[in-house]
C-alpha cells in the first residue's frame, strides 16, 4: 500500500531549484547523496541542469516512468502541477509547500481546490506543508531534512515537520535508525490513519510512532488503530485541542467529559500506546524496537548505588510493575561474589565499586531466576567504574537471553559512548531511572494487551421502538430535554429501577402524594429550566410528616421563583427516599470525533470536584464496561473499605452497558445522565435517582 510514495522506481523533483539553500535544492541533492537508485527527473522551466542531471521545463516532459513526485513549488502552482502528475500517470506526490489551509481562509480555498484537482488526476497526496519522506531501507529521501538516518525498525509519522526534525536530529546523534519517517503536513487527503495502515504492512517496520493532534475520522481510526496494535505497537503522542462535540455542557457529563477524555478512552480500548510527552515518545520507541517484551510484571533492578535504586523502585510503586522477591538460591549465588555489604535483595546493589565483571556476573545471576521478568540495570558514572566495560558487559547478557533489559547509566558526559555502545547492541539506555521503568511498564501494558481475549459483547433486547415515540414528540416539540415523566419512562424501559413518584401541583397534592408513598420522601422541584435541582436548593430529603412536607413544598417553590423568576415550574415529584447505598454518576456525552461515549464516576454533589471519571467510547463490550469502574481512583470505596460490604459492582457494570445501547438506539441524544445512581448491597442492584436527557437535530 502507497507503495511509490516509499519505494519509488523513480522520483520527479518539482520545483527542483538552482541555488543552494532553497528547499527545492536540498530535496533534490537528499535524493541524490543518500543513495536512492531509482531514476531522477528535476522540473524547473526555468533550468538545463542541476547538480549534475539534465533538467525538464515539465513533468510532462520527462521521458520515463515516474514513480513519487515531490512538489516544492509556490502554493498559488502546485493544483496546475498536480494536473500534470495526473496526466503522466503519476499515483504518488509529497507536497512540501506551506500556504494552504493552516495559513487561513486563501490557502483553505486553495487547499480545496488541490484535494479536488488530486481526486480528478487519480494522485494521492502526503502533505501539503511537510518536511518530505524517509525510507531507510529504498533509500529515499525525499524531504530537505538536514541528514539521513540509520536503517532500523522505527517508523514514524507526525503532523508537525518541526517535531520530525526534533526526532531526526536525535536519532543521528545518538545513532538510533528508523525504517520510515513521514512529515503529514496537512493531512488533505492520506491521512494518519492510511500511513499507520501502510506502516503495518511494513516488513521493515516493527514499532509504529506517530505524533497528532487530531484525527479526521475517529471510528476509521479506531479500528484501524485496533487491528494494528495486535500485530505491531502503536506508540503515539497526543497533543491539542479536540473539537469535542457540542458542548452545550447541561450535564455534569459534558461538563468532565474535557477535551481528551475521548482520545484517552480510543487509545485504550483500541490498545495504542500512549506517550505524554515526546521524551517518552522516543524513550518507548527504544525500548520496544529493540527488547522483547516481558511475559510478566516481575522486574529486578541491578544498581552500584542505592539513590537510583530507590528512586527506580518507587517508579515501580507507581506503575503495574513489581520488584520481585528473588529466589533464595539467586541470593545465595549472589552471596557468592559481592562483597558482604553489598545489598543481595531486590534493588541488588552491587556498590559504588562495582566492576564491569561485578555487574556482568550480578545481571547473569538474576536473569537466571525465572521470576524475573524484566531487569533495570543502573549505573552511576563514578571515578572507579569502567563505564564503557560495563555497557560491553551488559550488552552480552543482554544478547544472551530472551527477557527485557534496560539501562540508565546516569548522566550525559561520561556515559555518551557506553550508551552507543549499549544501543549498538540494542539495549536501549536512559539517563534517568524513572524513564526506564515507564518504558519497562508500557512494554509490560502492551503485552497484556495482546495476550487479552478478543472483546465480548452483551445482547440487549431490543427497545428502542417501545420509547421511539417519546424522543419524536421531544422533537416535534422542539424540545431538547425530556421532561421528568419522559425520562421515567425511558429508564422504565429500559430496565432501570427507579424510586416510586408521584407528581404534585399543589402543596396538598404533595401530602397526599407523600402518604401514598409512604414516609420519609424526597421532594424535588419540576422545571423544565432547571438542570441541577439541588444548586438551587430544588430537592429536598428526609420529609417525614405531613408538616415537614408543606413547609417543603413552600419553601422551595419560593426559593425557586426568588432566585429564578422566569422559570416555569410545573410543580415537586413526591419519591420514595431510598436509605443505604453509594451514590455513581453514568452519562453518555458525545465526541465530534468519536461519536457517543458513557462516563462513570463517584457521583453525587461532589461529581465534578473529585473529577474521578472515566470514559469509553460507544459500544461498550464487558471488558470496557468493566475496566472503566475499575479505573477509577475511587473505586475501593465500591469493592467496600473499612468493614463495609461490597456494593453491587455487576449491577453498575449492566447500566453501563445498558447506556451504550441506549446510545447507539438513540443517536439524536447529546447528553444523558443518571445521577446519582444509587448502588446497593452485592446483588441487590441499582437504582436511578435522578436522570436528564437532552437530544439534539440528528
Ligand atoms: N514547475 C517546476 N518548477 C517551477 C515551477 C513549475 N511550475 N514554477 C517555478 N518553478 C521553479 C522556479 O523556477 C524555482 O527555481 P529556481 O530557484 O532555480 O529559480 C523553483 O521552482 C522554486 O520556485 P520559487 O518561485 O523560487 O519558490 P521558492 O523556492 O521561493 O519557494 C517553496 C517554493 C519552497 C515551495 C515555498 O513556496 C514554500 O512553501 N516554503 C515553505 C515550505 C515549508 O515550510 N513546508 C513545511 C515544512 S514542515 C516544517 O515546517 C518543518
Avoid at 217 to 244: C, N, W, Y
Amino acid at each position: 500500500m502507497l507503495n511509490n510514495f516509499f519505494n519509488p522506481k523513480s522520483i520527479a523533483v518539482i520545483g527542483a531549484s538552482r541555488t543552494p539553500g532553497k528547499i527545492g535544492y536540498d530535496i533534490l541533492k537528499n535524493i541524490i547523496q543518500y543513495g536512492y537508485k531509482g531514476a531522477v527527473y528535476p522540473v524547473n522551466p526555468e533550468a538545463q541542469e542541476i547538480l549534475g542531471l539534465k533538467v525538464y521545463p515539465s513533468t510532462l516532459d520527462v521521458p520515463g516512468e515516474i514513480g513519487l513526485a515531490v512538489v516544492a513549488v509556490p502554493p498559488q502552482k502546485v493544483s496546475e502541477v498536480i494536473g500534470q502528475c495526473g496526466d503522466r500517470g503519476i499515483d504518488a506526490a509529497v507536497i512540501i509547500t506551506a500556504g494552504f489551509r493552516e495559513s487561513g481562509s486563501e490557502g483553505t480555498k486553495l487547499e480545496n481546490e488541490l484535494v479536488k484537482r488530486a481526486k480528478e488526476s487519480g494522485v494521492r497526496i502526503i502533505g501539503p506543508n511537510c518536511l518530505g519522506v524517509i525510507d531507510t531501507h529504498s533509500r529515499v529521501n525525499a524531504s530537505f531534512a538536514a541528514g539521513m538516518p540509520n536503517k532500523g525498525s522505527i517508523g514514524f509519522f507526525s503532523q508537525s515537520g518541526a517535531l520530525c526534525i526534533a526526532v531526526l536530529d536525535r536519532a543521528l546523534a545518538e545513532d538510533i535508525g528508523f525504517s520510515k519517517f513521514i512529515s503529514m503536513g496537512n493531512k488533505a487527503d492520506i491521512s494518519d490513519t492510511d500511513i499507520m495502515l501502510a506502516l503495518a504492512e511494513d516488513d521493515n517496520t516493527k514499532v509504529i510512532l506517530g505524533y497528532i493532534e487530531g484525527v479526521n475520522d475517529g471510528r476509521r481510526f479506531m479500528e484501524v488503530a485496533s487491528q494494528i496494535s495486535k500485530k505491531k505497537p502503536l506508540i503515539i503522542l497526543k497533543s491539542g485541542i479536540t473539537s469535542s462535540g457540542a458542548k452545550a455542557a447541561s450535564s455534569h457529563t459534558g461538563a468532565l467529559a474535557g477535551r481528551e477524555a475521548a482520545f484517552d478512552a480510543a487509545f485504550k480500548q483500541s490498545g495504542v500506546i500512549r506517550a505524554h510527552s515526546v521524551g517518552e515518545l522516543f524513550n518507548y520507541a527504544l525500548a520496544f524496537a529493540n527488547q522483547p517484551l516481558p511475559e510478566g510484571p516481575n522486574v529486578a533492578i541491578i544498581t552500584n548505588s542505592g539513590g537510583p535504586g530507590i528512586i527506580a523502585a518507587d517508579a515501580c510503586e507507581r506503575s503495574d510493575l513489581q520488584l520481585v522477591p528473588l529466589h533464595k538460591e539467586t541470593v545465595d549465588e549472589l552471596r557468592t561474589f559481592l562483597p558482604p555489604v553489598a545489598s543481595f535483595y531486590n534493588p541488588v546493589d552491587i556498590l559504588g565499586d562495582a566492576t564491569a565483571e561485578r555487574y556482568e556476573k550480578a545481571l547473569y545471576t538474576v536473569v537466571q531466576d525465572e521470576k524475573v521478568n524484566g531487569v533495570i540495570v543502573l549505573l552511576t558514572p563514578t571515578a572507579v567504574v569502567n563505564v564503557e566495560g560495563t555497557a560491553k558487559a551488559i550488552a552480552n547478557i543482554a544478547n544472551l537471553i530472551d527477557r527485557p533489559i534496560l539501562t540508565s547509566f546516569m548522566g550525559r558526559k561520561s556515559v555518551e559512548s557506553s550508551s552507543k555502545i549499549l544501543m549498538k547492541y540494542n539495549v536501549p539506555n536512559y539517563s534517568y531511572p524513572e524513564e526506564a521503568v515507564s518504558s519497562l511498564n508500557a512494554m509490560c501494558r502492551y503485552q497484556v494487551w495482546i495476550n487479552r481475549p478478543d472483546k465480548t459483547y452483551a445482547r440487549l433486547d431490543d427497545l428502542k421502538e417501545k420509547v421511539l415515540h417519546i424522543f419524536e414528540k421531544v422533537r416535534e416539540e422542539k424540545r431538547e430535554r425530556l421532561s421528568e415523566p419522559e425520562v421515567y419512562e425511558v429508564l422504565k424501559t429500559y430496565g432501570f429501577l427507579q424510586p416510586k413518584s408521584l407528581w404534585a401541583r399543589t402543596s396538598e397534592e404533595a401530602v397526599a402524594a407523600a402518604k401514598r408513598i409512604g414516609y420519609p420522601v424526597v421532594m424535588k422541584i419540576i422545571s423544565p429550566q432547571i438542570v441541577h435541582k439541588s444548586d438551587i436548593g430544588g430537592i429536598k430529603i428526609n420529609l417525614n410528616s405531613k408538616k415537614e412536607v408543606g413547609d417543603a413544598f413552600f419553601d422551595i417553590t419560593t426559593r425557586v421563583k426568588d432566585i429564578m423568576p422566569t422559570a416555569t415550574i410545573y410543580g415537586v415529584m413526591i419519591q420514595e427516599m431510598i436509605l443505604g447505598g453509594k451514590e455513581v454518576i453514568i452519562g453518555i456525552t458525545k465526541d465530534a470525533q468519536f461519536g457517543h461515549m458513557i462516563m462513570f464516576g463517584l457521583g453525587g454533589i461532589y461529581v465534578e470536584v473529585l473529577k474521578d471519571t472515566s470514559f469509553r467510547i460507544v459500544p461498550l463490550s464487558h471488558e470496557d464496561a468493566r475496566e472503566m469502574i475499575r479505573e477509577t481512583k475511587t473505586f475501593p470505596i465500591l469493592r467496600g473499605v473499612r468493614g463495609e460490604t461490597e456494593a453491587d459492582i455487576a449491577a453498575i457494570k449492566k447500566s453501563l452497558l445498558i447506556l451504550s445501547q441506549m446510545a447507539l438506539d438513540f443517536p439524536q441524544i447529546i447528553e444523558a445522565e443518571i445521577n446519582p445512581l444509587l448502588v446497593k448491597k452485592r446483588g441487590e442492584g441499582v437504582v436511578a435517582i435522578d436522570a436528564r436527557f437532552t437530544i439534539g437535530g440528528d
